[in-house]
T-cell receptor, first 120, second 116 residues
Framework: DAGVIQSPRHEVTEMGQEVTLRCKPI?????LFWYRQTMMRGLELLIY????????DSGMPEDRFSAKMPNASFSTLKIQPSEPRDSAVYFC??????????????????FGNGTRLTVT | AQSVAQPEDQVNVAEGNPLTVKCTYS??????LFWYVQYPNRGLQFLLK????DNLVKGSYGFEAEFNKSQTSFHLKKPSALVSDSALYFC??????????????WGLGTSLAVNP
C-alpha cells in the first residue's frame, strides 16, 4: 500500500496566483480530510468528505479556498488568489475502509507527507 | 467546550529512561482518544487509540497510554526511550456524546527530544 499520496511536496508561488494541491487517498478509504498545519495555530481541519461528498467545510478560512473530490481516487484543494498568510503545510488524510457508509469514528487517520506552501 | 491540552511544549529524556508525554482533555460525552507521532517533514502517523475496554492500551513502537477517566487524562508512555523516538507527538480526542459533532480535537503537540 503506497499510503496517501500528496503532490506537490513543495510549492512556492507569488501572491495572487492560483495554487492547486492534490491528494490520492488510500484505496478503499471512504473519508478524506484536508488539514492545515502552522506553528501558530497547530492542526486545523479545513474540510472533510465522506464517500466523495463534502460533509463539513466550516474550517475553510475564506471563499478563496475550495476543495473537490470528483471520485474516490482523487481530491484537490485550491486557493485562488493565494496570499502570504496561506503559507503552511497542507495535509490530506484518509480513514475508513471498514465497508460502512458512515464516517468510521474508530478508524485512525492516515496522513500524506504534506505540501509545504510558501506564498511570497 | 471540547478541548485537548498537552501541557508541555517540550519533553527531554535520556536514552534508556522512561518517557511520559502528557495529555488531558475536556468533553461532555464519552471520549475516543488517539495519539499520533510526526517526524520531520512527514505526515502524522497513528500510534494508538482508546475506544473502550482496558484502560491501558498498547500501540506501535513500544508505546502505551493509560486512559484515566477521573483525571480526564490519556498520557503516552514508553518504558525505555530511544533516540529515534525524538519527534512531535499529538494527542487527539473525539467527543462521542449525543448531539456533538464528533470532530477530532487536536492538541498543539509536544516535542520529544531523547538525548543519547
Amino acid at each position: 500500500d503506497a499510503g496517501v499520496i500528496q503532490s506537490p511536496r513543495h510549492e512556492v508561488t507569488e501572491m495572487g496566483q492560483e495554487v492547486t494541491l492534490r491528494c490520492k487517498p488510500i484505496s478503499g478509504h471512504n473519508s478524506l480530510f484536508w488539514y492545515r498545519q502552522t506553528m501558530m495555530r497547530g492542526l486545523e481541519l479545513l474540510i472533510y468528505f465522506n464517500n466523495n461528498v463534502p460533509i463539513d467545510d466550516s474550517g475553510m478560512p475564506e471563499d478563496r479556498f475550495s476543495a473537490k473530490m470528483p471520485n474516490a481516487s482523487f481530491s484537490t484543494l485550491k486557493i485562488q488568489p493565494s496570499e502570504p498568510r496561506d503559507s503552511a503545510v497542507y495535509f490530506c488524510a484518509t480513514s475508513g475502509g471498514g465497508g460502512g457508509f458512515e464516517l468510521d469514528y474508530n478508524s485512525p487517520l492516515h496522513f500524506g507527507n504534506g505540501t509545504r506552501l510558501t506564498v511570497t | 467546550a471540547q478541548s485537548v491540552a498537552q501541557p508541555e511544549d517540550q519533553v527531554n529524556v535520556a536514552e534508556g529512561n522512561p518517557l511520559t508525554v502528557k495529555c488531558t482533555y475536556s468533553v461532555s460525552g464519552n471520549p475516543y482518544l488517539f495519539w499520533y507521532v510526526q517526524y520531520p517533514n512527514r505526515g502524522l502517523q497513528f500510534l494508538l487509540k482508546y475506544i473502550t475496554g482496558d484502560n491501558l492500551v498498547k500501540g506501535s513502537y513500544g508505546f502505551e497510554a493509560e486512559f484515566n477517566k477521573s483525571q480526564t487524562s490519556f498520557h503516552l508512555k514508553k518504558p525505555s526511550a530511544l533516540v529515534s523516538d525524538s519527534a512531535l507527538y499529538f494527542c487527539a480526542v473525539r467527543d462521542m456524546g449525543a448531539g456533538n459533532n464528533r470532530k477530532l480535537i487536536w492538541g498543539l503537540g509536544t516535542s520529544l527530544a531523547v538525548n543519547p
